[in-house]
């Protein structure tokens, strides 16, 4: 039954991504065209780099609703100090010639970062280097120590945006972290250190057939501290179920993993209409360069279709994985950004589990901001449903756990949009849950 | 040999000219606040509104604002009110005319020169009730005006950095789900404690002689 809703998905999924291909291109009668594009004062940065963020070229209308969004998109790279769009008269009459003058950073800035992840829980970056742009070809470079309450260690990020005047993006990654993994034994909650080094490499492409494709490698070693502690009176204990006893001690992983992806949302961060998706495939194996060999496959689907000036979002996410996933690569259920209702993690098997199930149908309202891409206040009415399964379980006696709830985000200055959801869970109605977020769980 | 020094300071003098003309902002000359009809009226007249550039983004098309930033204080220095107006002027190329709008009422000219003589000067325009204004008090009105070309949200990089600072962190679809917001420090530090530059296109602030309400 499930499969089958499944396979429904993929193919309303890739309908709609077909239907936005054909979209036909509009008439531009009566309107400026843009005959040439001039950069002024770039010293450093390539001039390709810039008509990167644009989202015209010469010969495409233009209009100042393109100057506003562009100029944004380029103040926000961080490798301008200012950016300023003018014309002049073109060589015809409805031709104008758009001059784009900035004035470039030099120096590397300093950074403060926060925010709230699945993983890492709450965090804090108190103090981030970043040197985007050094030498003019469009970099971004950051490097940041990162403290919160299930995560502490640093980041280090390197992104080319293109390489080799292609349409690939290249990323490079390296993280050292030390991560607190929530267990549940017997509904009482228990905390486990996870220390990781790694390297990640990611090639993504940006337009083409390759935009709807990414790849890449990571490796690294993994230590899970041999033993845990019950958060409630800080006990530790070292008596683990086999399925973690047996995953315990150092290990080395080498990984690639292919993503099959679309993104035609109209807005990354309220999306009113559109598919954002990914069909990930990854595989370790012992010839990667490592100890562990697994393969996990997630399908994570989300359709947002606007209703006036409210939105209906969905979102529906299986996953699967082999017996032999240690239990810190396997699945959760439950918390902020998975099914709301229950405690951060607190319907997960002993030993995490190897498929998972998850829906999600919320209503978005936006309470009030004149602009519909940015209101101050949403309110939002939510039904969660999910379920998750062991090797250890069979597939049909998976217990299906579902919450409807309601809840507010609110736009704060810097911080952006803060999530106060209150949920009710349909098996334990009496045990209402509120959890606060950073942005949309989907 | 004299024909060619004459060439030589005409040269000269163009250079200056092109010198001053880049350097050109507008100036507030002056600005009267009165009390007339039930509202504060103001009187003001501009020069050196519109830089080349402006006038090249007007002439090829493109919108331009004249911002006026209006600040109502108590005197000598205490700031009571802000208000803001802003003057949207649009070329036709079409049917070659220009286009003014301001608070939803249009006016059209068919020159330049209209155009440049309608901005400068602002006869007796009504900016707030005088009821929000106390007989007992004096008063006096500053004022300092920018004009932008193309759309006026290109003058708010303060406010643009601090909302897309909460803009980061998106994972992709399928990756543990995180969402946070970043800081640019070094912004923040240079904007309280760095050399406050005058806003591009704006001009120096102006004030009105002190004024009182009946």
């Given at each position: 039954m499930k499969i089958s809703i499944l396979k429904k998905y993929f193919f309303y999924f890739f309908l709609l991504l077909l239907s936005a291909q054909l979209a036909p291109a509009q008439e531009s009668g009566g309107q400026l065209v843009v005959?040439?594009?001039?950069?002024?004062?770039?010293?450093?940065?390539?001039?390709?780099?810039?008509?990167?963020?644009?989202?015209?070229?010469?010969?495409?209308?233009?209009t100042p609703e393109l100057v506003e969004n562009d100029y944004q998109t380029l103040i926000s790279t961080n490798f301008f100090k200012s950016v300023e769009f003018s014309t002049?008269?073109?060589?015809?009459?409805?031709?104008?010639?758009?001059?784009?003058?900035?004035?470039?950073?030099?120096?590397?800035?300093?950074?403060?970062?926060?925010?709230?992840?699945?993983?890492?829980?709450?965090?804090?970056?108190?103090?981030?280097?970043?040197?985007?742009?050094?030498?003019?070809?469009?970099?971004?470079?950051?490097?940041?120590?990162?403290?919160g309450d299930r995560v502490g260690g640093f980041n280090m990020r390197f992104q080319q945006p293109t390489i080799f005047n292609s349409s690939l993006n290249f990323q490079f990654d390296i993280d050292i972290l030390g991560r607190d993994l929530i267990h549940y034994f017997d509904n009482r909650e228990a905390i486990q250190r996870i220390a990781t080094a790694g390297l990640r490499f990611t090639l993504s492409g940006s337009r083409g057939v390759a935009k709807y494709f990414s790849g890449g490698y990571q490796t690294g070693a993994v230590e899970p501290d041999s033993?845990?502690?019950?958060?409630?009176?800080?006990?530790?204990?070292?008596?683990?179920?086999?399925?973690?006893?047996?995953?315990?001690?150092?290990?080395?992983?080498?990984?690639?993993?292919?993503?099959?992806?679309t993104d035609t949302r109209d807005n990354v961060?309220?999306?009113?209409?559109?598919i954002w998706g990914a069909l990930s495939v990854e595989m370790a194996e012992p010839n990667f360069g490592g100890d562990l060999q697994f393969t996990r496959t997630i399908f994570d689907g989300r359709l947002y279709q606007n209703l006036g000036s409210s939105v209906l979002a969905l979102r529906l996410k299986t996953a699967t994985t082999s017996q032999t996933t240690p239990f810190y690569e396997r699945f959760y259920l439950g918390g902020a950004y998975s099914l709301r209702g229950f405690a951060e993690r607190s319907l997960t098997p002993a030993g995490y589990g190897t498929r998972l199930y998850l829906g999600s149908l919320e209503w978005r309202i936006p309470l009030t901001g004149r602009d519909p891409q940015k209101p101050g206040l949403i309110g939002a009415i939510f039904f969660d449903a999910g379920s998750i399964g062991t090797p250890e379980t069979k597939r049909d006696d998976d217990e299906t756990f579902s919450a409807f709830g309601f809840g507010f985000r609110w736009r704060v200055p810097v911080v952006g949009l803060l999530r106060f959801d209150f949920a009710y869970p349909k098996q334990r109605p009496d045990d209402f849950r509120f959890h606060l977020g950073i942005g949309h769980p989907f | 040999m004299t024909m060619r020094r004459f060439e030589g300071i005409k040269i000269f003098l163009l250079l200056l000219l092109v010198a001053e003309t880049t350097a050109q902002t507008p100036r507030v000359v002056s600005i009267l606040a009165k009390p007339g009809d039930g509202d504060l009226a103001v009187s003001v007249?501009?020069?050196?509104?519109?830089?080349?550039?402006?006038?090249?983004?007007?002439?090829?098309?493109?919108?331009a604002v004249i911002r006026f930033d209006f600040r109502l204080l108590e005197a000598p220095d205490r700031e009571l009110q802000q208000a803001t107006r802003s003057l949207n002027i649009l070329y036709d190329l079409w049917n070659e005319r220009y286009r003014l709008q301001n608070a939803g009422r249009e006016q059209f000219v068919a020159t330049f020169a209209e155009l440049e003589k309608t901005c400068s000067a602002f006869e007796e325009t009504k900016l707030l009730p005088l009821s929000r204004l106390s007989s007992q008090k004096i008063y006096q009105l500053?004022?300092?005006?920018?004009?932008?070309?193309?759309?006026?949200?290109?003058?708010?990089?303060?406010?643009?950095?601090?909302?897309?600072?909460?803009?980061?962190?998106?994972?992709?679809?399928?990756?543990?789900?995180?969402?946070?917001?970043?800081?640019?420090?070094?912004?923040?530090?240079?904007?309280?404690?760095?050399?406050?530059d005058r806003p591009y296109g704006a001009s120096d602030w102006a004030i009105s002689p002190p004024f009182q309400v009946e």
């Amino acid at each position: 039954m499930k499969i089958s809703i499944l396979k429904k998905y993929f193919f309303y999924f890739f309908l709609l991504l077909l239907s936005a291909q054909l979209a036909p291109a509009q008439e531009s009668g009566g309107q400026l065209v843009v005959e040439r594009i001039e950069i002024l004062g770039a010293r450093k940065t390539k001039s390709q780099v810039i008509q990167r963020y644009l989202s015209f070229r010469e010969g495409d209308r233009f209009t100042p609703e393109l100057v506003e969004n562009d100029y944004q998109t380029l103040i926000s790279t961080n490798f301008f100090k200012s950016v300023e769009f003018s014309t002049k008269p073109g060589g015809e009459k409805g031709k104008v010639i758009v001059v784009i003058e900035v004035k470039e950073r030099f120096s590397p800035t300093l950074e403060f970062a926060g925010g709230y992840g699945e993983l890492e829980g709450w965090y804090l970056s108190p103090i981030g280097l970043r040197y985007d742009n050094l030498l003019g070809s469009g970099h971004f470079l950051g490097l940041r120590a990162i403290i919160g309450d299930r995560v502490g260690g640093f980041n280090m990020r390197f992104q080319q945006p293109t390489i080799f005047n292609s349409s690939l993006n290249f990323q490079f990654d390296i993280d050292i972290l030390g991560r607190d993994l929530i267990h549940y034994f017997d509904n009482r909650e228990a905390i486990q250190r996870i220390a990781t080094a790694g390297l990640r490499f990611t090639l993504s492409g940006s337009r083409g057939v390759a935009k709807y494709f990414s790849g890449g490698y990571q490796t690294g070693a993994v230590e899970p501290d041999s033993t845990a502690k019950f958060t409630l009176n800080d006990s530790a204990f070292a008596a683990f179920p086999t399925v973690i006893a047996q995953n315990l001690g150092k290990k080395k992983w080498g990984m690639f993993w292919l993503r099959l992806q679309t993104d035609t949302r109209d807005n990354v961060f309220f999306p009113r209409k559109g598919i954002w998706g990914a069909l990930s495939v990854e595989m370790a194996e012992p010839n990667f360069g490592g100890d562990l060999q697994f393969t996990r496959t997630i399908f994570d689907g989300r359709l947002y279709q606007n209703l006036g000036s409210s939105v209906l979002a969905l979102r529906l996410k299986t996953a699967t994985t082999s017996q032999t996933t240690p239990f810190y690569e396997r699945f959760y259920l439950g918390g902020a950004y998975s099914l709301r209702g229950f405690a951060e993690r607190s319907l997960t098997p002993a030993g995490y589990g190897t498929r998972l199930y998850l829906g999600s149908l919320e209503w978005r309202i936006p309470l009030t901001g004149r602009d519909p891409q940015k209101p101050g206040l949403i309110g939002a009415i939510f039904f969660d449903a999910g379920s998750i399964g062991t090797p250890e379980t069979k597939r049909d006696d998976d217990e299906t756990f579902s919450a409807f709830g309601f809840g507010f985000r609110w736009r704060v200055p810097v911080v952006g949009l803060l999530r106060f959801d209150f949920a009710y869970p349909k098996q334990r109605p009496d045990d209402f849950r509120f959890h606060l977020g950073i942005g949309h769980p989907f | 040999m004299t024909m060619r020094r004459f060439e030589g300071i005409k040269i000269f003098l163009l250079l200056l000219l092109v010198a001053e003309t880049t350097a050109q902002t507008p100036r507030v000359v002056s600005i009267l606040a009165k009390p007339g009809d039930g509202d504060l009226a103001v009187s003001v007249q501009l020069v050196n509104l519109f830089s080349p550039k402006i006038v090249s983004t007007i002439r090829s098309g493109m919108p331009a604002v004249i911002r006026f930033d209006f600040r109502l204080l108590e005197a000598p220095d205490r700031e009571l009110q802000q208000a803001t107006r802003s003057l949207n002027i649009l070329y036709d190329l079409w049917n070659e005319r220009y286009r003014l709008q301001n608070a939803g009422r249009e006016q059209f000219v068919a020159t330049f020169a209209e155009l440049e003589k309608t901005c400068s000067a602002f006869e007796e325009t009504k900016l707030l009730p005088l009821s929000r204004l106390s007989s007992q008090k004096i008063y006096q009105l500053r004022l300092q005006i920018a004009v932008i070309p193309i759309s006026a949200k290109q003058d708010q990089q303060l406010r643009d950095w601090l909302a897309a600072s909460d803009d980061t962190e998106e994972s992709a679809p399928g990756e543990d789900r995180a969402a946070g917001f970043r800081l640019n420090l070094s912004q923040l530090l240079s904007f309280f404690w760095g050399k406050k530059d005058r806003p591009y296109g704006a001009s120096d602030w102006a004030i009105s002689p002190p004024f009182q309400v009946e």
